[in-house]
C-alpha cells in the first residue's frame, strides 16, 4: 500500500520552498525555539517552519519548544516541551478520503486534532496504552514514571491499558489515568502540565510560522511539568 499522496493544494502552497523530502506526510506549521526532525536513513536535524514531515520519522522537542504538525488530510499534531513522537504510519488518499495513521509518544505531552482521515483508522501508542481515535480532539501526555493522561476535548476514543488489557471508552469532557494496574476514568478535563498543548499557541513565546515570526507573548511559554 502507498503511504502517501500529493498533498492537497493548499496545504501544499504553504511549503512550496522548503526542502523537500522523499514522501512528506506532513509540514512544520508553527514552531517555538528548537525542535528535531530524524526521518528513515537520515541524520537528526533542527525543524524549520514549512519544512516535510516523512512517514517513520521521529520528532522531538526540548525544552520551552513546541511544534505544531499539519498533514495532508488537515490534521493537527502539536508536541510540547521535552516530547518525543514516531510517526509510525500515515496513508491518506486524498480522492476517497480514506487511510490510517498511528504514533507513539514516548515521552512529553501533545494535541492531537483530526482531519478528514477516517476517525477508525488513527491510533495513539505510549508506553501504558493503547488509544484508537473516532473523530477526536485530545491531550495526551506521560509522567516520569510512565503512566499516561488522557483528556477529551471532543469525540470519542477507546483506550486499553498495556498491562492490565483493561479498556474503557471515553466521551468529550472525560479524562483517563492509564496505569500498569489499570484505567481511572474522571468526568474532567485533566491537565498535562504543558502550557501549549493544555492551552494553545497563545501561551507560546515568539514562535515561528511559515510567514516568519508569529507573535512575542508576555506569557508563560510551553513548558513540561513531567
Do not use: C, H
Not at 32 to 56: L, S
Not at 64 to 86: E, N, P
Not at 142 to 147: E, K, P, S
Not at 160 to 170: G, M
Amino acid at each position: 500500500m502507498r503511504r502517501f499522496v500529493p498533498l492537497l493544494l493548499g496545504f501544499a502552497l504553504l511549503g512550496a520552498a522548503s526542502p523537500a523530502y522523499a514522501e512528506p506526510v506532513g509540514l512544520v506549521q508553527k514552531l517555538q525555539n528548537t525542535a528535531y526532525g530524524t526521518p528513515p536513513a537520515a541524520a537528526r536535524t533542527p525543524k524549520q517552519p514549512t519544512d516535510g514531515v516523512e512517514f517513520d520519522e521521529l520528532i522531538e522537542t526540548v525544552r520551552k519548544s513546541a511544534i505544531q504538525i499539519g498533514f495532508v488530510d488537515g490534521s493537527s499534531l502539536t508536541l510540547g516541551a521535552d516530547a518525543t513522537v514516531k510517526i509510525d504510519e500515515f496513508v491518506f488518499d486524498s480522492d476517497n478520503e480514506t487511510g490510517q495513521a498511528a504514533f507513539t509518544l514516548s515521552r512529553g505531552a501533545i494535541r492531537w486534532v483530526t482531519g478528514v482521515l477516517p476517525p477508525s483508522g488513527i491510533r495513539i501508542e505510549t508506553p501504558t496504552a493503547s488509544i484508537a481515535i473516532r473523530g477526536t480532539t485530545l491531550k495526551l501526555g506521560l509522567r516520569a514514571n510512565g503512566d499516561t493522561i488522557l483528556a477529551l476535548i471532543s469525540g470519542l476514543v477507546t483506550v486499553t491499558s498495556r498491562d492490565s488489557n483493561a479498556s474503557a471508552d471515553l466521551a468529550a469532557g472525560q479524562s483517563a489515568l492509564i496505569t500498569p494496574q489499570g484505567i481511572e476514568v474522571l468526568d474532567e478535563i485533566l491537565s498535562v502540565a504543558d502550557a501549549v498543548v493544555d492551552d494553545g499557541w497563545s501561551r507560546a513565546e515568539n514562535f515561528r510560522t511559515g510567514r516568519g515570526r508569529e507573535r512575542d507573548s508576555d506569557n508563560e511559554s510551553g513548558g513540561s511539568g513531567n
